[in-house]
Nanobody, 118 residues
């Protein structure tokens, strides 16, 4: 089992920045990729960014490229999402997720609210 706890959400004005953190615990040695997802009211959940647990390879949604940066600190078992140049469309609940199989993300955090005011 893997447990994930997100933190760092909040209210920010457009153009501002926030950094989300996701602390993993439990069988973290089984993780091979971590991701951030978000879900806005009335919309489907979408992938924002992901990073490999060991090698650091990253991927981003087109909507956040150049504005968001995903990183990890394996010593702290923590993944971060640095969000800059935030826009109101970034408003959503952000979820951290972990993959321990090839079948998809199978562990999820509780989510943290990010609200960007115009």
């Amino acid at each position: 089992q893997v447990q994930l706890v997100e933190s760092g959400g909040g209210l920010v004005q457009a153009g501002g920045s926030l950094r989300l953190s996701c602390a993993a615990s439990g069988r973290t040695f089984t993780i091979y990729r971590m991701g951030w997802f978000r879900q806005a009211p009335g919309k489907e959940r979408e992938s924002v960014a992901s990073i490999s647990w060991s090698g650091g390879s990253t991927s981003y949604a087109d909507s956040v490229k150049g504005r968001f940066t995903i990183s990890r600190d394996n010593a702290k078992n923590t993944v971060y999402l640095q969000m800059d140049s935030l826009i109101p469309e970034d408003t959503a609940i952000y979820y951290c997720a972990a993959r321990t199989t090839t079948l998809g993300y199978n562990y999820w955090g509780q989510g943290t609210q990010v609200t960007v005011s115009s």
